[in-house]
């Protein structure tokens, strides 16, 4: 079966402007995660779902992200009014559940200039 | 500080040698213990999970945890060309209702294996 896709891979926007990072994860996994890695960094926890309720967004940095799961399945995370210190490669991972082993997508590598 | 600390290395070794990588930690309620590998412009892959303290083996990879020193280490046998990934260390605590979602990374190690 297909593992995590995310898309685009990779997105450069200017400083300002609004993305939307895309995943999908692995069927039938109830649980979804958000990480960001900034550059010789390890993954960094953003926000987790369990179906469509998110349950913990603990980790977003500021107002400017948000991240949706509205139907349980494929997730989105918006960065409003990008700005330089967010580039980093965004990661989703999916899971069974909230205790299961946690497979990664490729990521998304977001440049703001 | 951070809650773990992993060295970046870089750390380059020939082929078939034995490979140390090792994670501090301080959170002491941090009771499973990962390793995944990275390898360049891709995801994180799961290597070895642990739960508390003990040894793991499994094929080449062995992962040892020692809560007392708050110390983990991954060792790789017969090391080969293919290994060559960034390894890193994540720990997690159980949550209320019983979860342990919440992964807290080190900042990888770049490791090399030269043929």
């Known amino acids: 079966g297909a593992g995590v896709s995310q898309s685009p891979r990779y997105k450069v926007a200017k400083r300002g402007q609004d993305v939307a990072l895309r995943c999908d994860p692995i069927?039938?996994?109830?649980?979804l995660f958000w990480y960001q890695q900034a550059l010789g960094q390890g993954p960094e926890f953003l926000t987790y779902?369990?179906?469509?309720?998110?349950?913990?967004k603990s980790g977003l940095p500021s107002d400017r992200f948000f991240a949706e799961r509205p139907e349980g399945s494929v997730s989105t995370l918006k960065i409003q009014r990008t700005q330089q210190e967010d580039s980093a490669v965004y990661l989703c991972?999916?899971?069974?559940?909230?205790?299961?082993?946690?497979?990664f997508g490729p990521g998304t590598r977001l440049l703001v200039l | 500080q951070k809650e773990v600390e992993q060295d970046p290395g870089p750390l380059s070794v020939p082929e078939g040698a034995i490979v140390s990588l090792n994670c501090t930690y301080s959170?002491?309620?941090?009771?499973?213990f990962m390793w995944y590998r990275q390898y360049s412009r891709k995801g994180p892959e799961l290597l070895m999970y642990?739960?508390?303290?003990g040894n793991k083996e499994d094929g080449r990879f062995t992962a040892q945890v020692d809560k007392s020193s708050k110390y983990i280490s991954l060792f790789i046998r017969d090391s080969q060309p293919s290994d060559s990934a960034t390894y890193l260390c994540?720990?997690?605590?159980?949550?209320?209702?019983?979860?342990?979602?919440?992964?807290?990374f080190g900042k990888g190690t770049l490791l090399t294996v030269n043929p």
């Open positions: 991972a999916s899971s069974l559940s909230g205790v299961g082993t946690q497979y």
């Open positions: 069927s039938g996994h109830v649980s």
């Open positions: 779902f369990q179906n469509e309720a998110q349950l913990d």
């Open positions: 959170n002491s309620a941090f009771q499973y």
């Open positions: 642990t739960y508390s303290s």
């Open positions: 994540a720990m997690s605590a159980e949550l209320d209702g019983g979860s342990n979602y919440k992964l807290t």
